[in-house]
């Protein structure tokens, strides 16, 4: 089965979804005081929904793609997690995680170009 | 401390997750936003339950295990994957897509350590 870039395309936003959904989940389970308390259920309910949209984007991707080849994708969660770790926690980047993130980016790479031997 | 428990439930819940993903792979042909695409789907049916086995473990070990080392070895699915792709999907592996993963789990290691 060939991997389209359709499929790319869908793993790569519903990867993006599920680090909204983590970080809304963070949220939504510390402790909040009474007051707040429908907040944080407010943050699990959509951090849910939001898992729930991806996994259907994810198994439509799957349609269109070899399991070998789009599951790596999910791993740009870790980019995404820490990207959005930056703003929402201002957590600081460092050399080793901006080497680690280039790393991921050249691990999906690699992994996109391999897909594509043998189609000769 | 990390506990030796902690760290089999890790790769515990890799493995598990790996054979969940299998599963909606296997599931996504047959899979739709309908009653028969979903609910009469066994593939997405035992999919998703082993993929919340996974999870269940997966919150389990959380509390016990550093993110520095919990990264990492959660990336170890990737190799799962490409192994059981292989075995049961009749996709192939090449020395592109395993330095693909192996520069994953480098970089998975280097952010969690980093």
Do not use: H
């Not at chain 2, 990390?2 to 089999?8: E, G, P, Q, R, V």
């Not at chain 2, 009749?90 to 969690?112: D, F, P, Q, Y």
Request: charged residues 10%; aromatic residues 12%.
């Amino acid at each position: 089965m060939k991997t389209k870039p359709i499929a790319f395309i869908l793993v790569i936003n519903a990867t993006l979804l599920t680090s909204f959904s983590q970080i809304l989940l963070k949220l939504g389970v510390q402790k909040f005081t009474f007051s707040l308390s429908m907040l944080s259920n407010l943050f699990l309910i959509t951090g849910i929904a939001l898992y729930g949209v991806a996994a259907v984007m994810i198994i439509y991707a799957l349609k269109n793609g070899e399991l070998s080849v789009l599951y790596p994708v999910v791993s740009t969660s870790y980019i995404w997690v820490s990207i959005l770790a930056l703003f929402i926690f201002k957590e600081t980047i460092t050399i080793w995680k901006a080497l680690g993130v280039l790393s991921i980016i050249g691990g999906v790479s690699l992994i996109g170009l391999g897909s594509r031997e043998g189609k000769k | 401390m990390i506990s030796f428990i902690a760290i089999i439930g890790v790769i515990a819940c890799t493995i598990t997750g790996a054979i969940g993903s299998l599963f909606f792979k296997l599931s996504s042909e047959k899979f739709s936003l309908s009653y028969s695409g979903i609910l009469k789907n066994r593939f997405f049916f035992y999919g998703s339950l082993i993929y919340l086995v996974s999870t269940i473990i997966y919150l389990s070990v959380l509390s016990a295990v550093e993110l520095s080392i919990l990264y990492p070895l959660v990336s170890l699915q990737y190799i799962w994957i490409s192994i059981l792709s292989v075995k049961y999907l009749k996709e192939k592996m090449n020395l592109m897509k395993w330095s693909g993963i192996t520069l994953i789990i480098l970089g998975a290691t280097l952010i969690s350590v980093g």
